[in-house]
């Protein structure tokens, strides 16, 4: 991504968050929107200092869209997404059979010259990925 803009960062992941809570912990988050089946784990995961949670209503196909008008809003930011469990799969690159929950996390960076996605490894507590 050679764009001289920042990227919105989202950190991705399905409703079925794992042990994400405990890997977040520390990070920085600007903003959370999770779909209606994900709003308690992006509630956990934004905790009870971090932004409220914006529910998303989406079928699958309105999903890609959804996040490049959101990426316009965060630049330069870090977002916690929560999305159906086929979505996170097909970002994850496999079949949704493949990854059981998707309890993993991906970083999904958006700028101009497009999306790069991959498995996303936590920050130390108490900063954000970018500082």
Do not use: I, N
Request: hydrophobic letters at 45%; one cysteine or more.
């Amino acid at each position: 991504m050679s764009d001289l803009q920042c990227p919105a960062t989202f950190l991705v992941l399905g409703p079925a968050g794992g042990d994400a809570v405990a890997r977040l912990s520390g990070t920085r988050l600007a903003a959370a929107y999770a779909v209606p089946e994900g709003l308690d784990v992006a509630t956990a995961l934004a905790g009870e200092s971090g932004p409220p949670v914006t529910a998303l209503e989406l079928d699958t196909a309105s999903y890609g869209s959804a996040l490049a008008e959101l990426a316009d809003v965060h630049r330069g930011e870090t977002v916690l997404v929560v999305v159906p469990r086929a979505v996170a799969a097909v970002l994850a690159g496999r079949g949704e059979d493949e990854v059981g929950p998707v309890a993993e996390v991906l970083e999904v960076a958006v700028d101009s010259d497009g999306w790069s996605v991959r498995k996303w490894t936590s920050a130390p507590a108490g900063r954000s990925m970018r500082d």
